[in-house]
């Protein structure tokens, strides 16, 4: 069997189930296609021999029948997750030659569950940008191209969504603080779901803003994502933020009927300047939903607008306490001193070396926003505003609201390099239909739903009431299987 | 409009232990500057009476007995240090 890289996670699933495929013979397909992409830059620590370890492992567990649904599957792992004697560097130059002792919880499940992990993935430094330009390790490119020009796979996870597009891995991990997941899956194509604050343990995953950061699958198809999402969450007495809460067969409830489920239209959406494809990608979305017997109904969220001010405000408060711990004492980087350098030199000539440019301005927004004098106005208020995003949403699920449709992104994948020369904040414009998500700490999922006029693909976004992934799942399986998104990027890589 | 000066932009690149070249403090001052005025939007909310969010989810953290629950791993908790000797981190200097 041929291109056995291309497989969904379903399909392969499948297929070794009924001894048609082994996952040997998967892993070296995705091996294979690995080694001939290094033009997108996606994989950045390569594991083959502990890729073929595991898929015999993998093997051996089919033969005798034991084997759960992610079994002998080969996916990759965003760099953020640490990974026992695995390099795990947060695309970050300060933890460069970091190999963790110890593995995190969600690629712990993963592993023990029999997947296969190929590598470690590019992605933004700390999962700080939308674009995947400001890694250690050089962009990630999008296999998606319709010029001369590169585009980027999106960010943070932009080595995940680039990798799973191209089909260098049956799917992979992600983590979302802002649309690290769902932006990037947008941009290239492919399904993203970030799941509800605490269902995916945070243990042993790189800390951007903890109240926001959560991990979630990358994958090619709906159902992909139902299958690996199971995989990852669950209760982890190590993080507590961690819900204590069963873990449904999300797989099981894609029944395709959403007969008499409420889907609200919020109005704030509408931003200005929101391009016309945009616009009528979104219509069309909720026409799908309307056809399949869902009711449409406008709703309001009357805060979104401050969303986006409110998380440039936490998420960097969060981010310069989290990344305190990088002082170049017991892991990465420290800086070579000069004679009579003290400890307070050693730090500072650490993170300066360590930190590229966005992360060292977002530590230093968050110091600032933290300290004395500025508290209440800033972080209090950022809060407060925090507070009444959430209850926005929770009026609508209150009003009988069972998911929200929004565009995913307010654009397509632009160039690499494009941006460069803009204000920070144009970049964190990216995540303009994101971020409300995280700060409400619901589940959230792009689903792609077409191609723009160049031929790019444009994803929609439902955000769901909390914990109810399953039901958010199907809805998007229902919107997926309308759109009847097939495209796939030209190979020139 | 938030005015960063460079006084206030040597502070924070202090207080975040992040060593800043003179030469970088005008651009950097700016570049906060940009980013502070786009949050002062949140001026306009009214927040009157509003609670700070301080969890994400409505649930109480979760206890447990407090007792010593791993450890006697030095050789593993060192093995990424910079600089790890006899059994501990190394530092520069401290205490003159």
Redesign the interface.
Known sequence: MSDLNKLTLAEARDLLRTGDVTSVALTEACLDAIEGAGALNAFVHKTPELALERAKAADARLAQGDAPAMCGLPIGIKDLFCTEGVASQAASRILD?????YESTVSAQLRDAGAVMLGKLNMDEFAMGSSNETSVYGNAINPWKVDARDLTPGGSSGGSAAAVAADLCLAATGTDTGGSIRQPAAFTGTVGIKP???RCSRWGIVAFAS?LDQAGPMTKTVRDAAIMLEAMCGHD?KD??S??LPVPNFEAMLTGDIRGKTIGIPREYRIDGMPAEIAALWDKGADMLRDAGAKIVEISLP?T??A???Y??IAPAEA?SNL?RY????????AT?SAG?????????T??EG?GPEV??R???G???L?AGFYDA?Y?????????I?RDFEQAFAAGVDAILTPATPSAAFGLGEMADA???QM?LNDVFTVTVNLA?LPGVSVPAGLDSQGLPLGLQLIGR?WEEGDLLNTAHVLETAAGFVAKPAKWW | MSE?DLE?ARK??K??????AEADLPE?AQ??S???T????????D?EG?????S??P?R??R?ADGVTDGN?QA??L?????AREGF?A????VE
Do not use: C, W
Not at chain 1, 341 to 349: L, P, Q, S
Not at chain 1, 380 to 388: E, G, W
Not at chain 2, 79 to 83: E, V
């Open positions: 030659g970091f190999r963790p002792e509800t604050y605490g109240s007495a507590s933020t819900a204590d805060h607008k401050y986006l001010p409110a440039y405000v310069s305190a002082d170049g004492v017991r892991y990465g980087h420290r001193l350098d003290g400890i307070t030199e050693m730090y500072e000539k993170r300066a930190f060292q301005r530590v230093m927004i110091t600032y926003v300290s800033y209090n208020r950022a809060r407060k505003v925090r507070t009444l959430k204000d920070p904040v964190y700490g909390p | 960063i206030t924070v690149a207080l975040s232990r992040i060593a800043v950097l570049s906060l940009n980013i502070l786009f949050m002062e939007e949140l001026n306009e909310v927040v509003v609670e700070p969010m301080t994400v989810t649930m953290l979760k447990r791993m593993r908790i093995s990424n240090a910079p600089d981190f530092v520069p200097k401290v």
